[in-house]
């Protein structure tokens, strides 16, 4: 009886392992890694930690297609630093050294954020909050010295219209995003410092002032190595000017990452909506391609079982590459194929 009950653990065991490597399985032939590296591009995906860390295909398929791995919640300043100086970091640490084994780099997301903050940061005073700050920063960028390639260091500062964000953090005055790529920068001096943003990813009042801004920064030396562009999309496609705006931002020396590409579809999507999202997908990889400062493109997560979209955008979802079974869409195939065919002449 009991032989027998031990017998059908190891089946189900077995049976777990043979679905999962089934699952694994069909995604065979280049990996979006692979094809990245051969592109001279980044291919990257957002983790989720707890997700992370109990689901083995999940975990596979993020050392298999991926050669860089933003942590999605885990090194944010609620989850790192709950309470004033007492830092959590389990959570980063499990991904930054899985990351580690599978010889990925890792993005550090995010320093400096009007959102997803401990409560304790509102209640204090401009002297107060900028010694809070630069604890953190260096706190955080100091506990993984030389381990993280790329942090967004500030992350959404600015407004639709193209105003500073009345984000907590103007209360250390206009010039707080320059005064943090310092800190940052001494923190850890090889990592590559990068200003993040939504919705400048085409030219626009946002991104001609986020232009502005790097314009100054770099005129003025202070130390900032790139611009992330989050590319939070839907069927409505890519800006037109997506590739002109990137190059604008290459003149000033600056590198350009994609850093958490999705679309969102209505639900439930039709098999129009997959091919239409498949092709906007394909935009935005042929666009990074068309510009050689383009080094990075990550997606916000892969698996329509994980996004962020589903949770947060009612009636919205299926935003990613994979199925909630983590089989490929017709969005995974087609950046494939784009990553494949690369493009013939990059640019500046
Ligand atoms: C999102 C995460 O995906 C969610 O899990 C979390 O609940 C909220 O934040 N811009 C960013 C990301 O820079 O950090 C956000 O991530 C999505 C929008």
């Known amino acids: 009886m009991a032989i027998g009950a031990v017998a059908l653990v190891v089946l189900a065991v077995v049976a777990e392992a043979l679905r999962q490597g089934a699952d694994a399985k069909r995604l065979s032939g280049p990996t979006l890694r692979q094809l990245g590296v051969k592109r001279g591009v980044v291919i990257g995906t957002a983790v989720r930690g707890d997700v992370w860390q109990h689901n083995k295909a999940y975990r596979q398929l993020i050392g298999e297609q991926f050669g860089s791995v933003t942590p999605e919640n885990e090194m944010k300043w609620a989850v790192i630093e709950p309470e004033r100086g007492t830092f959590e970091f389990k959570a980063a640490d499990e991904i930054v050294a899985a990351a580690e084994q599978a010889k990925q780099e890792v993005r550090g997301h995010t320093l400096v954020w009007h959102n997803q903050l401990p409560g304790w940061v509102s209640g ?18 100091g506990h993984y010295r030389g381990r993280i390639a790329i942090w967004d260091v500030v992350n959404e500062a600015l407004t639709d219209l193209g105003g500073l964000r009345r984000s907590p953090f103007l ?22 410092l990068h200003i993040n943003e939504v919705g400048a990813d085409g030219i626009n009042a946002k991104s001609d002032r986020l232009y502005e801004i790097v314009r100054s920064l770099k005129a003025r030396g202070v130390p900032i190595d790139g611009v992330g562009l989050q590319m939070h999309v839907n069927l409505a496609g890519v800006p037109p000017t997506f590739v002109d705006n990137m190059r604008r931002f290459a003149a000033l020396g600056v590198e350009l990452s994609i850093t958490e590409a999705d679309v969102g579809l209505r639900l439930p999507p039709s098999a129009a909506d997959l091919r239409a999202q498949a092709r906007v997908y394909a935009t935005i990889v042929r666009g990074c391609l068309a510009v050689s ?13 994980r996004s962020w979209i589903s949770e947060t955008q009612p009636g919205m979802g299926a935003a990613t590459l994979l199925d909630k079974e983590l089989r490929p869409k017709p969005a995974f195939r087609a950046v494939q194929r784009a990553l494949e065919a690369g493009q013939p002449a990059r640019t500046p």
């Open 171 to 192: 209360k250390l005055g206009r010039d707080y995003i320059a005064w943090a790529f310092g800190i940052a920068h001494g923190a850890d001096p090889k990592a590559r």
């Open 124 to 141: 204090l005073d401009a002297k107060d909050l900028r010694a809070a700050t630069a604890a953190h920063i260096r706190r955080v960028m």
């Open 293 to 305: 400062a383009c080094k990075t493109l990550t997606f916000w997560g892969y698996t329509d079982g």
